[in-house]
């Protein structure tokens, strides 16, 4: 089991870029694919992007993110970062980091797939 602490939310304007990171202590991080998500008030979670583990740590995103957001896996740091360029007002949202060493490909962008979360870290994009 491992446990997930964020960080690196903020405001910031339209435009601009922040880097929100994943902690994550335990054993066998490399076996645990992470992605992150996000919620905003009075709305579902959304998939924001992924890392699987055991697939060349390959990334997946969610259609609203593409092209603007990266996601990264430090092996040295046990950490997955979220690198989010030209962000938006409709960014704004409490983002969470989620792992799971069983979730498959096809259920990558499922919340249910997962089930160790963390605490979130809140994200304000002003217009």
């Known amino acids: 089991q491992v446990q997930l602490v964020e960080s690196g939310g903020g405001l910031v304007q339209a435009g601009e870029s922040l880097r929100l990171s994943c902690a994550v202590s335990g054993s066998n991080f490399r076996s645990y694919s992470v992605a992150w998500f996000r919620q905003a008030p009075g709305k579902e979670r959304e998939f924001v992007a992924a890392?699987?583990?055991?697939?060349?740590?390959?990334?997946y995103y969610g259609d609203s993110v593409k092209g603007r957001f990266t996601i990264s896996r430090d092996k040295a740091k046990n950490t997955v970062s979220l690198q989010m360029n030209s962000l938006k007002p409709e960014d704004t949202a409490v983002y969470l980091c989620a792992a799971s060493r069983t979730v498959i490909t096809s259920a990558l962008a499922r919340s249910t797939a997962y089930s160790t979360w963390g605490q979130g870290t809140q994200v304000t994009v002003s217009s």
């Open positions: 890392i699987k583990a055991n697939d060349g740590d390959r990334s």
